[in-house]
């Protein structure tokens, strides 16, 4: 299928509304709730377009807000008409909640820069309550708070929270926005987003101390839209996929939201088959997904390769709104744009260490875009031999030009354990003076190899039609 028509599909897909209804009216089908009021503007195509928005259920996703906040003020103010207050009362390392308003539809619980060291056990009498805000406490752990079916917001902000289990959450279909950045959560549950079923439209992760994440907290399957995931400033390196997730064609992912990953630590791109992408193309069923990879240690390598090489993946992700992309390393690389690879795949390579049986003073390393690995042992050979064992990759490319070799013959009986992966090998500069066809048969796979320079006087017959080089 062509990236036109897979972009028309998933378009198709996540345009559900019909435009009968009201903007309020598709979110109320959408997330099953009937209090959130999406501002009129929303549905104005160059308001959308100005915000960067795909389409107005996007828009709302992110900027709608519940009636009780005050009308037009988009940063959630209560609105004390019609939102009680809980008077907070101190009991030996806990709070008593006790309601004056007497009449109110909901309540809000505000009680933040205190002493808390756990959730108010009280909570549960005030079932009404829609807004909660205990940020900056000693909080340790989130309660079972299910018993608030309509708690709309909760700021745990700067507690110590330090894991976070999605069955805390399980039933609070209301629950739009947590907050709980400034903790320090090193660990969120797999699956913690994906099978997430109500109206969760932001959820600030920042500044913790996550430094894996599972690759199933990244995609959510059961609501279609969610506005910010934040995992910024967090020391995330990998992602991460011990229950095998794999993107099946039949799964659904929705349209997604925006993932902040910036100022993390991830330096090795990922192994897109390890994290459940079989086939490549998969991923353009996350298309409406926006991952924000910016300001992390991209280390500029081979494993990039497949990232540039695949149009379909660099069309996603490297065309999206995130195009900035940037290496950290290698230095020659430092600051150069991600995308500057996809005409200069070349450039991608990792080098191969001497543990990984490059011979010393050898140069070795892949080089995917070529299909090939290259052993640069140019002069350098110490021993003057063949090395016994080399990385263990199909398609070498040798070369062991000037380093003097006159005995050909013995030095490929020790190198049987690669001889057949030699792809192009360069024996220019030597000192053989035959070519024998035990020579000839040991390099049967091998396409082009150069004897220049040497002071050959007799070359096995086999060998005397093969076209110079
Ligand atoms: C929508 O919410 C109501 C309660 O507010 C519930 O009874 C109903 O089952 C929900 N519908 C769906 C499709 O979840
Ligand atoms: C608060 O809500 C009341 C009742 O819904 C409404 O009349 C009033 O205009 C709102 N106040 C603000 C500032 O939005
Ligand atoms: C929290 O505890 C500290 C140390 O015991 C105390 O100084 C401070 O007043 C307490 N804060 C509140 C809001 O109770
Ligand atoms: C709150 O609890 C009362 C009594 O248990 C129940 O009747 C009411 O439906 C609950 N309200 C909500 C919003 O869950
Ligand atoms: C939380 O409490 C609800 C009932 O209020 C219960 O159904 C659910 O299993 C509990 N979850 C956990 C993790 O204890
Ligand atoms: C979390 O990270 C912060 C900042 O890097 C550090 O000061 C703190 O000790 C870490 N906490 C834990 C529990 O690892
Ligand atoms: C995520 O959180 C960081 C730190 O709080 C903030 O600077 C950034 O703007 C947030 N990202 C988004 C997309 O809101
Ligand atoms: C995932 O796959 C690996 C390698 O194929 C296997 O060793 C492991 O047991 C699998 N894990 C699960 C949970 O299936
Ligand atoms: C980030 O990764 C580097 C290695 O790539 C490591 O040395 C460093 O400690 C990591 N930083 C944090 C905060 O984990
Ligand atoms: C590979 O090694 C060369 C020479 O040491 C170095 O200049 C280059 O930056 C390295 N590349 C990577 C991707 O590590
Ligand atoms: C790379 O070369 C190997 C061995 O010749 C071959 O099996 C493989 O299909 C090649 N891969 C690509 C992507 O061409
Ligand atoms: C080459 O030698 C290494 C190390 O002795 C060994 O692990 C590998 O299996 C050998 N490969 C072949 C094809 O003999």
Redesign the pocket.
């Known amino acids: 299928m062509s990236e036109l028509c897979l972009t028309l599909l998933v378009v198709v897909l996540c345009y559900n509304g019909s435009s009968s209804e009201s903007l309020d009216e598709q979110l109320g089908i959408l997330f099953n709730r009937s209090d959130l009021h999406c501002p009129k503007e929303f549905e104005s195509q160059d308001y959308l377009n100005k915000m960067r928005f795909e389409n107005s259920l996007e828009c709302c996703t992110c900027k709608a807000q519940p009636l009780w906040t005050v009308e037009g003020n988009l940063n959630g103010k209560l609105n004390f008409t019609n939102v009680g207050h809980l008077n907070v009362f101190f009991v030996i390392h806990d709070i008593e909640l006790k309601t004056i308003d007497h009449d109110a539809y909901f309540n809000y619980l505000i009680y933040t820069y205190g002493n808390l060291t756990a959730f108010p056990i009280s909570v549960c009498n005030f079932n009404i309550t829609v807004y909660i805000d205990l940020s900056f406490n000693h909080i340790t752990d989130i309660r079972n708070i299910s018993c608030l079916s309509i708690l709309d917001t909760l700021l745990l902000a700067g507690n110590k929270i330090q894991s976070l289990i999605a069955d805390k959450f399980h039933g609070m279909k209301h629950l739009r926005r947590v907050d709980v950045s400034f903790n320090q959560i090193t660990k969120l549950e797999p699956k913690f987003f994906l099978h997430m079923a109500g109206s969760m439209f932001n959820f600030d992760i920042s500044y913790n101390n996550m430094?894996e994440i599972d690759v199933t907290n990244i995609v959510w399957t059961r609501q279609k839209y969610f506005c910010i995931v934040n995992f910024s400033h967090n020391?995330l390196?990998e992602i991460t996929n011990p229950s095998n997730f794999s993107f099946q064609q039949e799964l659904k992912f929705g349209c997604g939201g925006y993932l902040d990953f910036t100022y993390n630590?991830f330096?090795h791109f990922f192994n897109f088959e390890k994290i459940g992408f079989n086939d490549l193309r998969l991923f353009g069923k996350l298309v409406f997904y926006s991952f924000d990879f910016r300001h992390n240690?991209w280390l500029c390598d081979c494993k990039f390769y497949p990232f540039v090489s695949q149009a379909t993946i660099g069309a996603i992700i490297l065309h999206a709104s995130h195009v900035n992309l940037k290496c950290n390393s290698p230095s020659q690389f430092k600051n150069k744009l991600i995308r500057g690879f996809l005409n200069q795949p070349d450039l991608l390579i990792c080098n191969i260490s001497m543990s990984a049986r490059c011979p010393q003073k050898c140069r070795c390393f892949c080089q995917p875009s070529q299909n090939k690995t290259i052993i640069n042992c140019r002069s350098n050979l110490a021993s003057k031999k063949f090395p016994l064992v080399l990385p263990e990759y199909e398609n070498l490319v040798l070369d062991f030009s000037k380093n003097l070799f006159s005995d050909l013959d013995n030095q490929f009986k020790s190198a049987k354990n690669y001889t057949f992966r030699i792809k192009k090998i360069n024996l220019a500069e030597n000192n053989f003076d035959s070519i024998s066809d035990f020579f000839v048969s040991q390099l049967k796979s091998t396409t082009i190899i150069n004897i220049k320079r040497n002071p050959i006087t007799s070359i096995d017959r086999s060998l005397r039609n093969c076209q110079e080089d």
């Open positions: 430094t020391a390196n630590n330096s240690n």
